[in-house]
């Protein structure tokens, strides 16, 4: 069925925010319509589900103080995932070229007839996060029941993530079942502690295709995304939302050291005490809101302005005016704020103290007092530009209290006699990571590809009733396994194909549950 017009496809429209064609295919025609029935069959259905239940019986549970593969045994349960998935996908397993990396990590590839067109990746994880046994009695059935209601499959990784993985195993094997060949190559890579850090799974895996495919080796990389598709703005219109970037992350821990002593002899600011200023300074100064015309946020914005019934009308002409004006253009972001709370995270770096510690006993004067601050990095910044800013920020805090100041490995306040302690900033657990690129979107980028098949895909299904869609490029506040793969394409999408409504209570939650029928059969 072709897709309704969209309300709005003027000169302004096309510019901002250009709309790709839906794609069907047309050489496999008669192998999507016969694939179409297949997915119709009730039998097939209730298989479908059998084998999604089944995956999801497994708690793949992934902990954040796991030890590498090997010297830890909490690993043991996903051998268990992958005899049960060999089991139930044979024909996958025996068909397709299988590896592993680092014991658990699963790359399958099926070999296309073309040596030439790169090769597309699909990724997914294994893991899941783990069930908080205090929340059992809050789950309406058991955490990993796998059950199907009639309606919807319930638990841990019915959503995130065992929804891409089966799907796409299910996906595999009825094209197998089908007799199709592939004209590109496909490469399947699912990680199993993406809920964690990755360092085993994509850690590995990200090495390992880098080496076999070579760097840029491949087409495109579809990962799984947070956003769904729906009607958000009203009107006949369907809304997709691919992620086509990641903010950066950094955790900055703030620590203080000052004597101890006893406390009937207080200084006039103990460490937890100058600690706790230096909180109030950097959430009195939080970073600031920032929309540039380069921005995915931006992107976005025109998009909605140009498609959507129901977008707020001052909102729409600010947008079409901030195309050529600077002033209208600030106005904007104003509005976007005060109108849509989620774009407080997406305009600027945001900071959030989530972790304190200090003190052991109350008449003692604590010797140390830390917390840790999180910040989740915006596009066009770094991590180089936050720890400039904190450190900016934190030192007059520390000449007033006559501290001696280290950040980042360097001397900031150097050492003076009579100083009342010392102020260290620094990375916490050893991990940060700069904003991804952006992945380019011009007519000849394989995104393009992406777009029309997904407009296809979403206006050929039937629960659509042949609506309109229209693809609105996101940022992901989140990271997935991806920050591991900037090396292997400039073009990745992060997506899973779940229409609102489909997803019972979100993600990491009591309750999680899916709608079968969206998350197996895309
Ligand atoms: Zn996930």
Redo the contacts with the bound molecule.
């Keep these: 069925m072709p897709g309704l017009s969209l309300p709005e496809s003027d000169e302004y429209a096309s510019s901002v925010c250009p709309q790709a064609k839906p794609l069907a295919p047309s050489r496999h025609r008669v192998l999507d319509e016969e694939l179409a029935w297949l997915f119709a069959a009730k039998a097939y259905k209730l298989e479908a589900y059998k084998a999604f239940g089944g995956a999801i019986q497994i708690p793949t549970e992934s902990y954040d103080d796991m030890r590498p593969v090997g010297e830890d045994s909490r690993w043991d349960i996903f051998g268990e995932l992958h005899q049960y998935l060999e089991e139930t996908f044979p024909r996958v397993f025996g068909r397709l070229n299988v590896t592993k990396v680092n014991t658990y990590g699963i790359v399958l590839h099926w070999q296309g007839s073309n040596e030439t067109a790169l090769p597309v990746l699909m990724t997914a994880?294994q893991d899941v996060v783990p069930v908080d046994p205090a929340t059992f009695e809050d789950w309406s059935n058991p955490p990993y029941s796998g059950i199907y209601d009639g309606t919807w499959i319930w638990g841990r990784g019915s959503c995130?993530?065992k929804s891409d993985l089966v799907a796409s195993l299910q996906a595999i094997d009825a094209l197998l079942e089908k007799g199709f060949e592939p004209h590109r190559t496909f490469v399947w890579a699912f990680g199993f502690d993406?809920?964690s850090s990755g360092t085993q799974g994509a850690g590995h895996l990200a090495p390992y295709l880098e080496n076999r495919y070579g760097r840029n080796g491949f087409a495109l990389l579809l990962d799984?995304g947070g956003e769904t598709y729906g009607d958000v703005y009203g009107g006949d219109v369907l809304f997709a939302f691919p992620a086509l970037s990641e903010k950066g992350y950094l955790d900055v821990q703030i620590e203080v050291t000052a004597p101890g002593g006893h406390s009937s002899v207080p200084p006039r600011h103990t460490a937890i005490g100058m600690l706790a200023a230096m909180i109030v300074e950097l959430e009195e100064h939080p970073y600031e809101p920032a929309l540039t015309r380069q921005s995915s946020a931006y992107n976005s914005t025109q998009c909605a302005a140009a498609y959507a019934p129901e977008y707020p009308t001052r909102l729409r002409e600010l947008a079409r005016a901030a195309v050529h004006s600077d002033a209208a253009l600030a106005e904007l972001k104003d509005a976007l704020l005060s109108t849509f709370p989620e774009y407080d995270a997406l305009l600027r770096t945001t900071q959030a103290v989530d972790l304190i510690e200090g003190g052991v006993k109350v008449n003692a004067l604590p010797e140390r007092a830390a917390a840790v601050v999180n910040h989740r990095i915006v596009e066009d910044s770094s991590v180089l530009e936050v720890q400039t800013r904190i450190t900016g920020l934190l030192r007059p805090l520390a000449a007033r209290f006559n501290l001696t100041m280290s950040a980042f490995g360097r001397s900031v306040l150097a050492e003076e006699t009579g100083a009342a302690g010392h102020l260290d900033v620094s990375v916490a657990f050893g991990y940060k990571l700069d904003p991804s690129p952006v992945t380019p979107t011009g007519p000849e980028d394989s995104y393009q590809i992406f777009v029309g098949t997904l407009k296809g895909a979403i206006e050929d299904s039937e629960r659509n009733g042949g609506r309109a869609v229209v693809v609105v490029p996101q940022i992901e506040k989140g990271n997935?396994d991806t920050s591991r793969y900037w090396n292997l394409t400039r073009s990745i999408v992060r997506y899973s194909h779940v229409r609102e409504g489909d997803r019972y209570n979100g993600f990491h939650t009591v309750n999680e549950g899916a709608q079968l029928l969206q998350a197996l059969l895309k």
């Design positions: 994880h995130d993530d993406e809920e799984e997935t």
